[in-house]
């Protein structure tokens, strides 16, 4: 029996050509481009979870009160998870990390002069091979972390350096000057890992590499991720109120007294307190996004095969009436569209296979293959494609099978009983979904675009960022005279925070409330307002030479200065000598911030204060000047007088445009959804008004004789198809309006909607309505008439 309705099936799909294809890719461009979603969907959510106790591993958080704001901390000193784990026993082990925030220098000692800036650095304890489950290619867990100056590498990075993954016993330099050496080699951590890594030193080289160092680790600073290792099955709640119990930590971190909660870590990528937000925001819109397309090919599927009822009806009556039941005709409906929906399967993950890279890297992703292959990924693409055959086969298998066979014999049959009515509502949910999608594109597009035109109150135009560190302190002035008679350089300034990366923070009382104010401080050089083009509210009466505090506008109303505000203290020691007019310096989608601009009189001994950390000079570039050729010459300029780091730069309107990723991100995928929804929308108005012109065609040369001109039998034609549209445009529009009015109210400045975002959309879907329809109602209206006739 299985044999006979796979003949049929298969007889099925060669003998309707047209409709097969119309089916199959339809199907497949929809299970293609909501696997790859749903494969992004899922790895985010697999994040950790491939660690064998995961469940059992949780990072420490704190949570500190100052003034009215709640901050969270995971940093933590040197001395505090040694004293958990000896103060609470369900404790079982302690991994703590140090993630190194900015790009550091690894070389071949035999190739000094070939350091290269990595970014995947951290140090951590010895335990972090035993508690985590990332597996060594070669060496041993157990002692790879035991003693200073010792660090585990990655397959890749052992490869990158050496050319082979035979590297224990070698060694690096490590910002020029401390030799590491090389324990064990690990396989590349997954793509679906939080701790991602290429060179894991041992926390006991972190105090020896300078006096700063040893300082934070001895004094108590936060430097640590903690990472706890509980005993299988113990309440973090439990845990937590022990560690809030402990006399140890009283004290808390540098004076202050946190309120300790745990994070498990399966939880810090999405749910996590410090993960961006970003992916988490995404994944519903997305996961919704993926299976509103796949319903779309499914309906679309649905729609024609019920539409080619009258052509089956026949077929479905003379089985009856030889006994075939209605359950062994579903079956057999089901057997055509289970073998439809596997070709379609097919032909998907072969787009899937073809389209990953460039999908992905349009997210900014990497999806390991590991990945790809896992039984758990595996398990989810068996039952989407048994969710599909399922779904494509249940409506066509019910109304084909529910044909009364003498009705259908004695010539009674009517197209109306597959399902018009259905049918009209599976087009009206393809362009409700396509218009939803165009109106959500349009609007995240202009939204991005505003945001790109804000005024900002800076000149971000033109200027080369360039990170310094201690290692320039030395020779930092003579560097910057040096830039800044580079021709065309204009100037040259130096800030100790990246502007639109980060900011410091630190609290001022309102002169009026006295209650404190959170204000962002950026220590700068006297050159600062000038080369970043930010404008004076009121400048000082001397702008250089000496050590000043700047405020802006905003931070003069929140602390509530009255008056004359040049030279009033704003908080001891420190009083004011300029006011700078309002400018963005973080992300635009948060809005303004209360800040103090330190002005340093001496840049050399602000660097030297930096420690580990470093600062960036701002270069403004001439806009008429070959500027690649520019940086190049700075890059020759740099090495002169840095000879332990590599050379790195970043363009200001670069790391602007990155505090919109997520928006970018999202108006590309609304870009894919929309062009993939109308694609699918076409190709099934296409095969419906296909169909039509067939079943109609004597009529419509019926029509023609009678006297109708081409032009009546196209809007015949077209006519229920347009009233569909304007149909599906009043249910999308306040859908889409809603839901977008929603998702602009996360941004401080935002666009109002405007209505013709709505007109073009309804418009542009007439358009293409009228296209797809016309084009074969035009063929069906210029045949010729005898033609259909003939056979009468």
Not at 245 to 267: C, F, I, M, S, W
Not at 477 to 485: D, E, L, T
Not at 740 to 768: C, G
Request: hydrophobic content about 50%; proline content about 3%; charged content about 20%.
């Amino acid at each position: 029996m299985l044999k006979n309705y796979l003949k049929i099936a298969a007889r099925n799909l060669f003998r309707h050509k047209t409709y097969s294809l119309i089916n199959i890719l339809g199907l497949a461009a929809g299970i293609c481009v909501s696997t790859l979603i749903l494969m992004f969907v899922v790895h985010e959510h697999s994040y950790d979870r491939f660690h064998s106790r995961h469940q059992d591993i949780y990072r420490v958080l704190g949570e500190v009160k100052m003034a009215d704001n709640e901050f969270k901390m995971n940093s933590f000193a040197a001395s505090f998870a040694p004293a958990l784990l000896e103060g609470i026993p369900k404790v079982a082990d302690y991994v703590r990390v140090l993630p190194t925030y900015r790009n550091a220098a690894m070389a071949d000692p035999a190739r000094k002069d070939e350091a290269i800036l990595e970014k995947n650095i951290m140090f951590a304890d010895p335990s972090f091979f035993s508690v985590f489950s990332f597996p060594l290619e070669k060496g041993n867990a157990r002692d790879a972390l035991q003693k200073p100056f010792s660090m585990v590498i990655s397959e890749r990075a052992a490869v990158k350096y050496f050319g082979n993954t035979n590297v224990i016993g070698k060694a690096l330099l490590y910002e020029g000057k401390h030799l590491i050496q090389i324990t064990a080699v690990a396989q590349d951590p997954p793509s679906n890992s939080s701790l991602d890594f290429d060179f894991v030193i041992s926390s006991g080289t972190y105090p020896k590499l300078g006096e700063s160092n040893r300082k934070n680790w001895e004094n108590g600073g936060g430097i640590f991720n903690v990472y706890l290792l509980l005993n299988a099955g113990e309440s973090k709640e439990l845990v937590a109120q022990g560690i809030n119990r402990l006399d140890a930590l009283k004290e808390g971190q540098v004076g202050l007294k946190p309120q300790y909660t745990l994070e498990n870590l399966a939880e810090m990528h999405l749910g996590g307190a410090f993960n961006d937000g970003g992916n988490s925001k995404l994944i519903p819109i997305f996961a919704v996004a993926a299976m509103a397309i796949l319903m779309l090919a499914l309906f679309n599927y649905m729609s024609l095969t019920t539409a080619r009822a009258t052509q089956r009806a026949r077929e479905v009556g003379v089985r009856k009436v030889v006994g075939a039941t209605r359950a062994g005709l579903g079956r057999q409906f089901y057997m055509e569209s289970a073998m439809v929906c596997a070709v379609a399967f097919v032909l998907g993950l072969l787009m899937v296979f073809y389209l990953s890279q460039p999908f992905y890297a349009l997210l900014g992703l990497t999806i390991d293959t590991s990945f790809v292959v896992s039984p758990s990924f595996l398990s989810f693409l068996i039952g989407l494609l048994a969710l599909t055959a399922l779904v494509a086969g249940s409506y066509p298998a019910f109304v084909l099978s529910g044909f009364a066979p003498l009705e259908v014999i004695k010539g009674r049959f009517s197209g109306s009983i597959g399902g018009v009515g259905v049918r009209r509502v599976f087009i009206v949910f393809q362009f409700a979904v396509s218009m939803a999608l165009i109106v959500a594109s349009l609007i995240v597009r202009e939204q991005l675009s505003f945001m790109q035109r804000k005024e900002l109150g800076l000149n971000k135009e033109q200027v080369l960022s360039i990170p310094v560190g201690p290692s320039m302190a030395a020779n930092y002035i003579p560097f910057r005279n040096a830039v800044r008679q580079q021709a065309g350089v204009s100037n040259a300034t130096f800030a100790n925070a990246g502007l639109f990366k980060g900011y410091n923070m630190f609290f001022i009382p309102n002169k009026i409330t006295k209650k404190d104010i959170s204000v962002v401080q950026m220590v700068v050089d006297d050159q600062f307002v000038e080369t970043l083009g930010l404008q004076w509210k009121t400048s000082p009466t001397v702008t250089t030479g000496r050590n000043q505090t700047l405020l802006n506008e905003m931070a003069i109303t929140e602390l509530g200065i009255k008056g004359d505000p040049l030279g009033q203290e704003i908080r001891e020691g420190l009083t004011l000598d300029g006011i700078v007019k309002n400018f963005d310096f973080s992300n635009v989608q948060h809005g303004g911030k209360a800040m103090m601009l330190s002005v340093a009189g001496d840049t050399t001994n602000m660097l030297r204060m930096q420690g580990a950390t470093r600062g960036i000079m701002y270069v403004r570039m001439d806009g008429q000047a070959d500027m690649m050729a520019n940086v190049k010459a700075i890059g020759r300029i740099f090495k002169k007088y840095d000879l332990e780091k590599p050379f790195e730069y970043y363009f200001l309107d670069d790391a602007f445009n990155e505090t919109f990723k997520n928006e970018m991100r999202l108006s590309g995928m609304f870009s894919v959804f929309t062009v993939l929804a109308i694609f699918i929308a076409c190709m099934g108005l296409f095969g419906l008004i296909t169909f039509t012109t067939e079943t109609r065609t004597k009529e419509i040369g019926i029509r023609k004789i009678l006297g109708a001109s081409a032009a009546g039998i196209v809007g015949m034609l077209s006519k229920e198809f347009v009233v569909l549209v304007l149909v599906s445009g009043v249910i999308a529009m306040p859908v889409a309006w809603y839901f977008m009015s929603h998702w602009l109210e996360d941004f401080a400045y935002r666009i109002s909607i405007p209505l013709w975002v709505h007109f073009l959309t309804i418009t542009m879907m007439l358009f293409i309505t009228l296209l797809t329809v016309g084009l074969k109602a035009i063929h069906a209206a210029m045949a010729n008439p005898a033609a259909s006739l003939r056979n009468d």
